[in-house]
């Protein structure tokens, strides 16, 4: 799964001109489930998002954890963070999980959010939506399970945790 985090001061999402979900202060978690992800790849996601510590403490530094800071999440279904654009001019998304299964796990991963004491919200898997959101900071972090895409997820292959 690939994740795009943003810390925010609020961040909103708006489906046919109602608010369907809000947040603030927290994340804004844009998700895509890719081909082969399974539960496995949400649990661990959800994991390490609840957490990462991306927020400031009383010194400045980023050491506080969103529910340090008793924080919600806002998680909006991005199906565009799989774009390959390595050939042409026009994104492929390929590599996305079918629509079927890419709303499944992007529930699912919604659920373990809420599972690790998180308050969260959501969009709507497959709507045009419109996002709003103040970052703060800013403050932008990419993660992917797959560990040969991204940096610092602990699955090797999709579904196995390395051996110790």
Same mark, same amino acid.
């Given at each position: 799964?690939?994740?795009?985090?943003?810390r925010v001061?609020?961040?909103s999402v708006?489906?046919?001109?109602?608010?369907?979900?809000?947040?603030?202060?927290?994340?804004l978690?844009?998700?895509c489930?890719?081909q082969?992800?399974?539960?496995?790849?949400?649990?661990?996601?959800?994991?390490?998002?609840?957490k990462?510590?991306?927020?400031?403490?009383?010194?400045?530094?980023?050491?506080?954890?969103?529910? *340090?800071?008793?924080?919600?999440? /806002?998680?909006v279904?991005?199906? $565009?963070l799989?774009? !390959? @654009?390595?050939? %042409?001019?026009?994104?492929?998304f390929?590599?996305?999980?079918?629509?079927?299964?890419?709303?499944?796990l992007?529930q699912?991963?919604a659920?373990q959010?809420?599972?690790?004491?998180?308050?969260?919200?959501?969009?709507?898997?497959?709507? *045009?939506?419109?996002?709003?959101? /103040?970052?703060?900071g800013?403050? $932008?972090i990419?993660? !992917? @399970?797959?560990? %040969?895409?991204?940096?610092g997820?602990?699955?090797?292959?999709r579904?196995?945790?390395?051996?110790?």
């Amino acid at each position: 799964m690939r994740a795009l985090l943003q810390r925010v001061s609020h961040a909103s999402v708006t489906v046919d001109g109602q608010v369907i979900g809000q947040t603030g202060p927290g994340l804004l978690v844009l998700i895509c489930a890719m081909q082969g992800d399974a539960q496995a790849q949400a649990d661990q996601l959800a994991a390490k998002i609840a957490k990462l510590r991306i927020f400031t403490d009383e010194a400045g530094k980023m050491n506080r954890s969103i529910r *340090d800071i008793g924080g919600s999440a /806002l998680v909006v279904s991005q199906f $565009t963070l799989a774009a !390959d @654009t390595s050939r %042409g001019n026009r994104p492929g998304f390929s590599t996305a999980a079918s629509p079927d299964e890419g709303k499944q796990l992007y529930q699912y991963f919604a659920e373990q959010l809420a599972d690790q004491g998180l308050p969260v919200e959501t969009g709507e898997f497959g709507a *045009d939506m419109k996002v709003e959101l /103040l970052n703060d900071g800013p403050v $932008t972090i990419w993660m !992917d @399970t797959d560990s %040969g895409k991204g940096r610092g997820m602990t699955l090797s292959k999709r579904g196995r945790v390395p051996e110790a």
